[in-house]
């Protein structure tokens, strides 16, 4: 629709408003960018009302003779739990339980008052996003280094939590803490990831695990899934994460095993450290290497240790991401450790480049700001900032200095040899009783476990999730050492390219046509589950020509989940690029989004989507401007976006299953000459999202505007729209705005 200057643009809809019991007395869409900034909490306070059996808790805690605390005493007690901000009060039901391995998270304050570390799940509501989070002794993550570590972390595109100093009460008893969230779904989007499975070194049987003394079974400990929740969800994610685990399960059992076989077992430094560090990507890309390398600059070397190690599955590229967590962080200046060390801890060689591109964020003024913006006396954490920063750029030259000049230890990894002998060698040496599980099948009569000795078991999800998840099976101790070394990466499907700046992989029935002359990219699709994926491309000038097979409305026919065995939901998929006056035209297409841009940049010319099954164009994690977008007959939402920053200069939809634009998870979208006829909801802004629409048109829809939340971890939202023509209601909760 080409929009004139003449029309006269006409407010004609009434708000219809539904409470959605809101928790804070202030609305929460006025508050969008403040809810996400730590310096505005100025107090947690957290009531436990069986305030009686959680002081008796404590006190067994405090007086027992072991220094680590048991299992027994992280029993879990209803709590309420209120968050005060600058602009006003939050109150949310929860449980809290205590938290860490030892008794350096409890401690009597002044008055003999106590003290502890707690870990907080949120029923309802969030703090920062965060539904699931630790309130933590500062001392036991040393302080303003573990808010900074975190925060550089996430500079250098590492995954990191959020973590901030406040002021917390627990039944009345304040102290300053440090707030960090959980790794979790919202964790994972705050980090700009899709969720998908996260493992960690298991610890399960390292500090009291029947006679054995602290850390006897080390080697044994391989590695467990901590969001088996996900798992559980469908196939797919059962697909997904079954691949990751067994490439974590082979990657732990080589770096135990080979490092015995390297070093010996009368090395002392090894004996008192213990730290190499897994890496699952040992052949395929430098990630870790250039994670361990900044660890080391930070002396956060207990990170390091296999079973503090915590990863993330990125489907996209087949390959795991290291999660930064419990460090251990010092901004010291000087490195302790040898070149030797070092070298074997790094593993590779770090690029010029990557210590240039760390140099130059750490001078960044708003790493600066955003520290200050975490810590409870800015003027006093100042000096600290300075000094640290400092410190840590010398140690950064200190080791590439001596990498450079070490000779790195030859890799003894097999990449074929699984070593399953040597360790069932140590169970037996160690006495140590856990059956060993060597295959997991999944087919259409069930899951099935092997046993070493060579005994089947049919199992349920359930019990696959135990063994993922908790290295056990009907509560006894299990563990899993894969014989294969899976081969499904989406890597296998990479298709040749002569010209194209980046890759594309396809799956093996589609077809794609490279014109290298015009620039176009044709791509058919022959079965309703085909799909192509282009990755770390640079796409200028480039257009895109996606031609899909139309299958009925039936959700039937679409997965049991909304994404594929390698994380995609899109027929055409974008990952990872930046967009440079690229075009983009589909027509039809038989899945979850015809057009899926996740993680990307730039500026599109046109998006043009014809005769989609269910979502037209979804993008997600992205900033991106499109000039026009253009949307004939969706089964469902003709324009999506998450996690993001969007602006449309001119958008037509018509015919949208659900809603003509649907903004969500704290975006900022900008759209100007806005046409939408014939959908469920005109435009919706949702979960701390704002919308602001100028020159609207909206035909033929029971809904004209929606402002809300729909999930926990965010809020209400923001719409504001200028020279609108709508005849209709619109919908907006307690929370959230609409202003015209």
Same mark, same amino acid.
């Given at each position: 629709?080409?929009?004139?200057?003449?029309?006269?643009?006409?407010?004609?809809?009434?708000?219809?408003?539904?409470?959605?019991?809101?928790?804070?007395?202030?609305?929460?869409?006025?508050?969008?960018?403040?809810?996400?900034?730590?310096?505005?909490?100025?107090?947690?306070?957290?009531?436990?009302?069986?305030?009686?059996?959680?002081?008796?808790?404590?006190?067994?805690?405090?007086?027992?003779?072991?220094?680590?605390?048991?299992?027994?005493?992280?029993?879990?007690?209803?709590?309420?739990?209120?968050?005060?901000?600058?602009?006003?009060?939050?109150?949310?039901?929860?449980?809290?339980?205590?938290?860490?391995?030892?008794?350096?998270?409890?401690?009597?304050?002044?008055?003999?008052?106590?003290?502890?570390?707690?870990?907080?799940?949120?029923?309802?509501?969030?703090?920062?996003?965060?539904?699931?989070?630790?309130?933590?002794?500062?001392?036991?993550?040393?302080?303003?280094?573990?808010?900074?570590?975190?925060?550089?972390?996430?500079?250098?595109?590492?995954?990191?939590?959020?973590?901030?100093?406040?002021?917390?009460?627990?039944?009345?008893?304040?102290?300053?803490?440090?707030?960090?969230?959980?790794?979790?779904?919202?964790?994972?989007?705050?980090?700009?990831?899709?969720?998908?499975?996260?493992?960690?070194?298991?610890?399960?049987?390292?500090?009291?695990?029947?006679?054995?003394?602290?850390?006897?079974?080390?080697?044994?400990?391989?590695?467990?899934?901590?969001?088996?929740?996900?798992?559980?969800?469908?196939?797919?994610?059962?697909?997904?994460?079954?691949?990751?685990?067994?490439?974590?399960?082979?990657?732990?059992?080589?770096?135990?095993?080979?490092?015995?076989?390297?070093?010996?077992?009368?090395?002392?430094?090894?004996?008192?450290?213990?730290?190499?560090?897994?890496?699952?990507?040992?052949?395929?890309?430098?990630?870790?290497?250039?994670?361990?390398?900044?660890?080391?600059?930070?002396?956060?070397?207990?990170?390091?240790?296999?079973?503090?190690?915590?990863?993330?599955?990125?489907?996209?590229?087949?390959?795991?991401?290291?999660?930064?967590?419990?460090?251990?962080?010092?901004?010291?200046?000087?490195?302790?450790?040898?070149?030797?060390?070092?070298?074997?801890?790094?593993?590779?060689?770090?690029?010029?480049?990557?210590?240039?591109?760390?140099?130059?964020?750490?001078?960044?003024?708003?790493?600066?700001?955003?520290?200050?913006?975490?810590?409870?006396?800015?003027?006093?954490?100042?000096?600290?900032?300075?000094?640290?920063?400092?410190?840590?750029?010398?140690?950064?030259?200190?080791?590439?200095?001596?990498?450079?000049?070490?000779?790195?230890?030859?890799?003894?990894?097999?990449?074929?040899?699984?070593?399953?002998?040597?360790?069932?060698?140590?169970?037996?040496?160690?006495?140590?009783?856990?059956?060993?599980?060597?295959?997991?099948?999944?087919?259409?009569?069930?899951?099935?476990?092997?046993?070493?000795?060579?005994?089947?078991?049919?199992?349920?999800?359930?019990?696959?999730?135990?063994?993922?998840?908790?290295?056990?099976?009907?509560?006894?101790?299990?563990?899993?050492?894969?014989?294969?070394?899976?081969?499904?990466?989406?890597?296998?499907?990479?298709?040749?390219?002569?010209?194209?700046?980046?890759?594309?992989?396809?799956?093996?029935?589609?077809?794609?046509?490279?014109?290298?002359?015009?620039?176009?990219?044709?791509?058919?699709?022959?079965?309703?589950?085909?799909?192509?994926?282009?990755?770390?491309?640079?796409?200028?000038?480039?257009?895109?020509?996606?031609?899909?097979?139309?299958?009925?409305?039936?959700?039937?026919?679409?997965?049991?989940?909304?994404?594929?065995?390698?994380?995609?939901?899109?027929?055409?998929?974008?990952?990872?690029?930046?967009?440079?006056?690229?075009?983009?035209?589909?027509?039809?297409?038989?899945?979850?989004?015809?057009?899926? &841009?996740?993680? +990307?940049?730039?500026? !599109? %010319?046109?998006?043009? /989507?014809? =005769?989609?099954?269910? #979502?037209?164009? *979804? &993008?997600?994690? +992205?900033?991106?401007? !499109? %000039?026009?977008?253009? /949307?004939? =007959?969706?089964?469902? #939402?003709?324009? *999506?976006?998450?996690?993001?920053?969007?602006?449309?200069?001119?958008?037509?939809?018509? =015919?949208?299953?659900?809603?003509?634009?649907?903004?969500?998870?704290?975006?900022?979208?900008?759209?100007?000459?806005?046409?939408?006829?014939?959908?469920?909801?005109?435009?919706?802004?949702?979960?701390?999202?704002?919308?602001?629409?100028?020159?609207?048109?909206?035909?033929?829809?029971?809904?004209?505007?929606?402002?809300?939340?729909?999930?926990?971890?965010?809020?209400?939202?923001?719409?504001?729209?200028?020279?609108?023509?709508?005849?209709?209601?619109?919908?907006?909760?307690?929370?959230?705005?609409?202003?015209?």
């Amino acid at each position: 629709m080409i929009f004139d200057k003449k029309i006269s643009f006409f407010l004609a809809f009434s708000l219809i408003t539904f409470n959605i019991n809101a928790e804070c007395d202030f609305k929460t869409g006025n508050f969008i960018d403040e809810l996400f900034n730590p310096k505005f909490i100025k107090k947690i306070e957290v009531e436990v009302p069986k305030s009686a059996k959680f002081a008796k808790n404590i006190f067994k805690i405090l007086t027992y003779d072991d220094f680590d605390i048991k299992s027994e005493y992280k029993k879990r007690f209803k709590a309420k739990i209120t968050v005060t901000y600058d602009f006003g009060v939050c109150f949310y039901q929860g449980k809290v339980r205590q938290n860490g391995d030892f008794k350096d998270h409890i401690k009597l304050i002044e008055g003999g008052k106590p003290i502890m570390s707690l870990d907080v799940k949120l029923a309802n509501g969030n703090i920062l996003g965060a539904v699931k989070f630790k309130l933590l002794i500062p001392e036991t993550r040393n302080g303003l280094n573990e808010v900074l570590g975190s925060l550089v972390f996430r500079q250098l595109g590492f995954i990191a939590p959020e973590t901030f100093e406040v002021s917390v009460a627990i039944n009345g008893n304040e102290s300053k803490m440090l707030f960090q969230e959980d790794t979790q779904k919202e964790f994972l989007e705050r980090n700009l990831r899709r969720e998908n499975a996260i493992f960690e070194g298991d610890e399960s049987i390292l500090w009291t695990h029947q006679n054995f003394k602290m850390l006897d079974l080390e080697r044994m400990a391989l590695s467990r899934m901590t969001n088996d929740n996900w798992l559980l969800k469908g196939t797919s994610s059962q697909a997904i994460s079954l691949t990751a685990y067994k490439k974590l399960q082979y990657a732990y059992l080589n770096a135990h095993i080979y490092h015995d076989q390297f070093y010996g077992k009368n090395d002392q430094w090894l004996d008192e450290f213990y730290f190499y560090g897994v890496n699952p990507n040992r052949k395929s890309s430098n990630i870790f290497p250039k994670y361990f390398f900044a660890l080391l600059s930070m002396h956060g070397e207990h990170a390091i240790r296999p079973h503090n190690q915590k990863f993330y599955f990125n489907s996209f590229i087949s390959e795991f991401e290291p999660i930064y967590y419990d460090g251990n962080l010092s901004f010291e200046r000087g490195v302790d450790l040898p070149g030797s060390k070092l070298a074997e801890i790094v593993g590779k060689k770090i690029d010029k480049e990557f210590l240039v591109s760390i140099e130059e964020k750490m001078k960044s003024k708003s790493l600066k700001t955003f520290f200050l913006d975490r810590v409870e006396s800015p003027k006093s954490a100042e000096k600290f900032y300075n000094n640290s920063i400092s410190n840590f750029l010398f140690n950064l030259e200190v080791i590439y200095d001596q990498l450079n000049n070490t000779q790195f230890p030859k890799d003894k990894f097999n990449e074929t040899y699984i070593p399953i002998e040597e360790y069932e060698s140590l169970q037996n040496k160690l006495n140590f009783n856990q059956k060993i599980y060597v295959e997991i099948k999944q087919s259409t009569d069930g899951i099935f476990f092997k046993s070493i000795e060579g005994k089947q078991e049919k199992v349920d999800v359930n019990e696959l999730s135990e063994l993922i998840s908790r290295n056990t099976v009907k509560l006894k101790r299990a563990v899993f050492i894969p014989t294969l070394i899976p081969n499904n990466s989406i890597k296998q499907f990479l298709i040749k390219t002569t010209n194209f700046p980046g890759s594309i992989y396809g799956s093996s029935s589609v077809e794609v046509l490279e014109d290298v002359k015009n620039k176009i990219i044709k791509i058919k699709q022959n079965q309703s589950d085909d799909w192509v994926l282009v990755s770390n491309a640079v796409i200028d000038g480039w257009r895109f020509v996606f031609s899909g097979i139309t299958i009925s409305n039936n959700k039937d026919k679409i997965l049991g989940q909304r994404f594929n065995k390698y994380g995609l939901t899109g027929c055409l998929n974008f990952y990872d690029s930046t967009f440079k006056h690229a075009k983009i035209e589909v027509i039809s297409g038989a899945c979850e989004d015809s057009l899926n &841009i996740v993680s +990307s940049g730039g500026q !599109i %010319d046109f998006i043009k /989507i014809n =005769n989609t099954f269910a #979502d037209a164009i *979804d &993008i997600d994690f +992205s900033k991106i401007i !499109i %000039d026009l977008a253009m /949307i004939k =007959n969706a089964g469902n #939402d003709c324009f *999506d976006v998450s996690g993001g920053e969007y602006n449309l200069l001119s958008f037509e939809a018509k =015919n949208c299953g659900d809603k003509g634009i649907s903004v969500g998870e704290r975006s900022l979208l900008n759209a100007s000459n806005v046409f939408i006829s014939n959908a469920n909801i005109g435009v919706s802004s949702k979960d701390l999202s704002k919308v602001l629409l100028n020159k609207v048109v909206i035909d033929n829809v029971e809904y004209c505007f929606e402002s809300s939340k729909k999930k926990q971890e965010f809020g209400g939202s923001k719409l504001q729209a200028s020279a609108i023509s709508c005849n209709g209601p619109s919908l907006i909760d307690e929370d959230s705005l609409i202003n015209s």
